[in-house]
């Protein structure tokens, strides 16, 4: 089955793909977003939730969003002309890392795609790249919470703990004004809630040509997270402004 179609079932329920509740996700914008008529990017966008959000709460702001899955670009085209604020964001259907733009934004968010960047720094230099004098970056990245077994780091990566998460950011030259790291039920919220919604799309289409993977995904995506990594995952997200140009 498509990964891409597996994330998109698998957030059904939760479009914020990380694990952070309604109130976090309000907070953390009111605090990355400077002013209602800011321009604001999205690298990894997805289904642009933050997005949509953000322009539902500002309506002088304008938003932009690049994601390389044309399924989710699709999806958030949808909702926004649905809420009616389609008119005041434009989608890139390409890589984020290559990513141009011809003006900077206020503020530049990325959360839960470092992935795409090769890292927490390398994403970090890539939002510095279209940031605008004054502006704000919201990244949103694992950390170690307790201590990884082998097979947790070689299943979601390398990271490091908070506290030295925090000091490679603020080496690489950013300054911290805000910060959420998420509690232990909005980890297993979005857990339960990625594995369910992906496990109820396959019970209630079992005639799917993909309800058997996406039932198994689902499973060997819950073991993961009980046997493996749940008890030393974190997740944190950070407003950062620059403290060097």
């Known amino acids: ?126 939002a510095r790249k279209h940031l605008a004098p004054g502006g704000r970056v919201l990244i949103g990245d694992g950390f170690w919470e307790g201590e990884p077994s082998p097979e947790a780091v070689a299943m979601l990566g390398d990271f490091a703990d908070l506290a030295t998460t925090v000091d490679r950011v603020v080496a690489d030259g950013w300054t911290p004004v805000h910060g959420h790291v998420s509690t232990r039920r909005e980890l297993d919220h979005y857990e339960w809630s990625w594995t369910g919604s992906l496990a109820s799309w396959a019970l209630d289409h079992p005639a799917d040509p993909d309800s058997a993977d996406a039932l198994a995904a689902s499973t060997t995506h819950r073991d993961e997270w009980l046997k493996v990594y749940r008890d030393c995952f974190g997740f944190v997200c950070l407003v950062l402004r620059p403290t060097s140009a």
């Open 1 to 126: 089955m498509n990964r891409d179609r597996i994330s998109r079932l698998a957030h059904a329920d939760h479009p914020i793909a990380s694990p952070l509740d309604d109130d976090a996700v309000r907070l953390l914008l009111d605090q990355v977003i400077p002013r209602e008529d800011a321009r604001v990017l999205d690298l990894g966008c997805g289904s642009a939730e933050w997005l949509l959000r953000a322009l539902q709460a500002n309506p002088r702001l304008h938003a932009e969003g690049v994601d390389l899955s044309e399924a989710s670009l699709a999806e958030a085209r949808d909702r926004a002309r649905a809420l009616g604020v389609a008119d005041r964001l434009t989608l890139h259907h390409e890589d984020a890392a290559a990513f141009t733009a011809a003006q900077p934004f206020d503020a530049v968010l990325s959360s839960g795609a470092t992935h795409a960047f090769g890292g927490l720094l390398p994403t970090l230099a890539a």
